[in-house]
């Protein structure tokens, strides 16, 4: 609790001066997730899917009991490695301890990219962000960023008919 109050109150001097603070902060934030996302990826589809590499070590946690994670460089942990719907080797779950709130983090930032940053979107940052919502099996990660790309795409101003044709098409079927 007392580091909560400590934190709490680092954040609240540190934020006071202004919203580009904020904004620097949470876009420090995507960058670090972007980071962990892609190094978290690539041990994913090599460990975990093709099994090129071995996990570097095993980690016990508490989550409903004491249970074993495999651990490939602690940037991914194979919580979830059970076959899943399609997913033979298991959910993306990142460094988190289950898909869901992996989905959840990636979600945030790719909304924060998408429509808070004020940085150039970066396709390949979206894409690798997307690629990890999708292998996490989650249905609400799957809505979100849909909803997000479609929203992204009718909020742009589209610079050929064609492009401007396709957005009028898209929002009146989403109407």
């Given at each position: 609790?007392g580091m ?12 006071s ?15 670090v997730?972007?980071?962990?996302t ?6 994913y ?7 090129l ?5 095993v ?5 409903g ?21 399609s997913?033979?080797?298991?959910r ?6 289950e898909?869901p709130?992996?989905?959840?983090i ?5 909304l924060?990219?998408l429509?808070?940053?004020d940085?150039?979107?970066k ?10 919502i999708?292998a996490t ?7 979100i960023a849909?909803?997000a790309a ?7 101003k589209?610079?050929s ?9 898209f929002s009146?079927?989403?109407?």
């Amino acid at each position: 609790m007392g580091m909560c109050i400590v934190l709490f109150s680092i954040s609240t001097v540190y934020f006071s001066e202004g919203k580009d603070r904020i904004k620097s902060f949470l876009d420090n934030l995507s960058d670090v997730i972007y980071i962990i996302t892609l190094i978290s990826l690539i041990l994913y589809f090599t460990g975990q899917v093709f099994h090129l590499i071995k996990p570097t070590h095993v980690v016990k946690y508490i989550w409903g009991g004491i249970r074993e994670a495999n651990s490939y460089f602690n940037f991914l942990f194979t919580t979830q490695a059970w076959p899943y719907h399609s997913f033979q080797n298991g959910r993306f779950t990142g460094i988190f301890t289950e898909a869901p709130m992996c989905s959840f983090i990636l979600c945030t930032a790719l909304l924060f990219m998408l429509f808070v940053s004020d940085r150039k979107v970066k396709i390949f940052r979206i894409v690798v962000i997307c690629i990890g919502i999708f292998a996490t099996v989650s249905t609400t990660g799957y809505i979100i960023a849909l909803m997000a790309a479609v929203s992204f795409l009718i909020l742009q101003k589209p610079k050929s008919r064609f492009f401007r044709t396709m957005k009028y098409l898209f929002s009146g079927i989403i109407a």
